[in-house]
């Protein structure tokens, strides 16, 4: 499904507190945590983000291990952009009022000095394509990267769990796909600072009311434990979702009795929530956000 570019107002409050990160404010945590589940929800909604961050997590970059000094440019111009404001503007592009900017990509050429970008296009606000341009957080922040190194940019759109593996095999210089870092990953590719806090949510039919009475990360958490094996959790293949229900030692997740089930994007998972597909999605919260938005939107 296509999702619009800009996240709508309904979720600016409890999106703000991301921009107020990138600005110098030291809380992550939503400043509309007194909304309940359902308040955002209509009667024609099909589905609903529960409003409890299920993780708490940092996206970086995934550089070449052999490009030292392109980590070192990255984390200049993280710097750079958090104090004269960049961040904060390429935020608002997506979160607030501001205007999404395409991104174009040069054919990949070796004879040329390029800057090789690996991505997966399909998470919103993130990184996604609308035509022959990409949009997103990451894009933009890597055609300032190229620009910065007087380099053609190149993007490449592949599968998620094949970004870092891309980068490691030196098929690309750089991984920008909402990259939670982890020490495992770290294995394989070099991280530069952390740009974005983030989170996982949990999205649910908008009729379902399991996880209504729910306050804290931990109330959701009994639940989600005692589900047995015939209850599906979707999510995107390789994300910290798919960790979250199948245990991971890196994240501290413990295994869930429930049944992982993998998609493309976290578009798909939702669709196939609608359609019964499975039971419940765990995915990062602001793709989360935008894709309910953008289903609700056309219920």
């Known amino acids: 499904m296509k999702l619009s570019k800009k996240i709508s107002a309904v979720v600016l409050a409890a999106l703000m507190v991301v921009v ?11 400043t509309d945590d007194s909304k309940t589940n359902t308040e955002s929800t209509t009667s024609a909604a099909k ?8 993780s ?3 996206y970086a970059f995934g550089v070449d291990k052999k490009q030292p000094e392109l980590k070192e440019k990255c984390n200049e111009l993280i710097k750079e952009m958090k104090s004269n404001g960049e961040l904060e503007e390429i935020s608002n592009h997506y979160f607030g009022d501001g205007e999404p900017v ?11 000095d390029q800057l090789v970008v690996a991505t997966n296009a399909e998470f919103e606000p993130f990184e996604y394509k609308e035509g022959n341009k990409f ?12 620009d910065k190194l007087g380099k053609e940019l190149v993007i490449v759109d592949m599968a998620f769990d094949a970004v870092l593996l891309s980068v490691q095999q030196q ?6 796909a909402g990259l939670t870092v982890t020490k495992e990953r770290a294995k394989q590719v070099d991280f530069c600072d952390s740009y974005y806090n983030a989170a996982q949510k949990l999205v649910v039919k908008a009729d379902d009311t399991t996880f209504d009475n729910c306050k804290t990360k931990e109330d959701v958490d009994k639940i989600l434990q005692g589900f047995d094996s015939s209850v599906l959790i979707g999510g995107q ?3 910290t979702g798919q960790y979250y229900v199948e245990g991971s030692k890196d994240f501290g997740f413990t295994k869930l009795n429930a049944t992982w089930k993998g998609y493309a994007n976290g578009s798909l998972a939702v669709q196939d929530l609608i359609n019964g597909g499975v039971n419940y999605v765990i995915i990062d919260a602001a793709p989360a956000q935008a ?8 219920a």
Do not use: P, R
């Not at 107020?20 to 939503?30: E, L, N, V």
């Open 20 to 30: 107020a990160i990138f600005a110098g404010c030291s809380s992550s945590k939503s």
């Open 47 to 54: 589905v609903k983000v529960v409003d409890i961050e299920l």
């Open 56 to 58: 708490s997590e940092k």
């Open 102 to 112: 395409g991104v174009e990509s040069a054919k990949q050429d070796k004879s040329k």
């Open 135 to 146: 949009y997103g957080i990451d894009m933009e922040i890597a055609k300032l990267l190229a």
């Open 171 to 176: 098929k690309a210089d750089i991984g920008m």
């Open 237 to 239: 293949n390789g994300t």
């Open 291 to 298: 894709i309910t938005n953008s289903i609700n939107a056309v």
